[in-house]
């Protein structure tokens, strides 16, 4: 088994910086399967840091943007905190 990790978007020279979620062309394409990392950046002591909420497999494309970026973990600072509007 092969694994190779990749960061989204493809042809990007900063792809922490020039990700776009809500660019539906800066994820996998439709069918590729895979093992994923979904979360947030936030800084930590003033540098730029991922902070991983969710690991998962399957199809990269359903599960990425169409279940965690549109669907369920939309606002992943609700899932971490609760409900933030109180």
């Known amino acids: 088994m092969k694994i190779t ?8 020279n900063n792809k922490l910086i020039n990700f776009d ?3 539906q062309s800066h994820y996998p394409p439709v069918g590729e ?3 994923y990392i ?3 950046r936030a800084k930590v002591d ?3 840091k991922f902070i991983p909420i969710v690991v ?3 199809n990269l494309l359903q599960r990425l943007y169409k279940d965690h ?6 606002n992943p600072l609700a899932i971490l905190l609760g409900d ?3």
């Open 5 to 12: 990790f990749h960061h989204p978007p493809p042809g990007t």
């Open 84 to 86: 933030i509007s109180k």
């Open 46 to 48: 003033g540098i730029l």
């Open 33 to 35: 399967e895979g093992v």
């Open 69 to 74: 970026y549109l669907g369920k973990f939309a």
């Open 38 to 40: 979904y979360g947030i």
């Open 56 to 58: 998962g497999e399957g």
């Open 21 to 23: 979620p809500s660019n």
